[in-house]
């Protein structure tokens, strides 16, 4: 069962666009993480959130954690070329080892 | 930094052989996992192990075993590779140890093609 829904499923911009990516659940999670993967590549984490209404910046991207800890979005500011990739979203559910993970958004930035 | 790293980037095995693939992590993390990764599925949990000599089925284990015989190295094991079993597997690694306890830590992966 894919407990996390990531929204949009592709998202194609050009450069210098604004973008948001959405993580939705109906389960609370205790924390949850942001990665970003290249073709070929193993995912790299970029953040973790774990207290609801968290806000944390890195550079361009903004990732909030929602008040009752069952979703988050992360929204990418001027996205440059560089930004593309496959974002993933995971969550670590109140209890256990393993994380959950949605199918990703796949972020192709064109100049 | 955490590295996480994969024996082989690139297999490819013909059906009915066995097949292992190796995950060494330099971090002393107490938790390690391994995934299989495929177009429109997403990462899906095969095993993950959270000590030396103990493993756990993850959500889809049927054709795989692993072993766990040292902290820093989780062994992914295809015992008879079939077509099916062609795909992209992560290995990764996490700790108990600090705050973000849950946050894994990715290797870089390795595609394997089954024939």
């Known amino acids: 069962t894919q407990l996390l829904e990531q929204s949009p499923q592709f998202l194609s911009i050009q450069e210098g666009e604004n973008l948001t990516v959405y993580c939705n659940s109906s389960s609370v999670f205790s924390s949850l993480q942001w990665y970003r993967q290249e073709p070929g590549e193993g995912p790299v984490l970029l953040v973790t959130?774990?207290?609801?209404?968290e806000v944390k910046k890195l550079k361009r991207l903004t990732f909030q954690f929602g008040d009752a800890r069952k979703d988050s979005s992360l929204h990418i500011t001027a996205a440059q070329p560089g930004d593309t990739g496959l974002y993933l979203c995971a969550g670590a559910p109140n209890s256990g080892y393993a994380l959950n993970f949605g199918k990703g958004t796949s972020l192709l930035v064109t100049p | 930094d955490v590295k996480v790293t994969q024996s082989s980037r690139y297999l490819v095995k013909r059906t009915g052989e066995k097949v292992f693939l190796e995950c060494v992590q330099d971090?002393?993390?107490?938790?390690m996992f391994w995934y299989r990764q495929d177009p429109g599925l997403g990462l899906r949990l095969i095993y993950f192990?959270?000590?030396?000599?103990?493993?756990e089925k993850g959500d889809i284990p049927e054709g795989y075993s692993v072993s766990r015989e040292k902290k820093e190295r989780f062994s992914l094991i295809l015992e008879s590779a079939s077509t099916n079993q062609t795909s992209m597997y992560l290995c990764?690694?996490?700790?108990?140890?600090?705050?973000?306890?849950?946050?894994?830590?990715f290797g870089p992966g390795t595609r394997l093609l089954v024939l």
């Open positions: 971090m002393d993390h107490e938790n």
């Open positions: 959130v774990v207290t609801g209404g």
């Open positions: 192990s959270y000590d030396v000599k103990m493993k």
């Open positions: 990764a690694s996490s700790s108990r140890r600090d705050r973000d306890q849950e946050t894994q830590y």
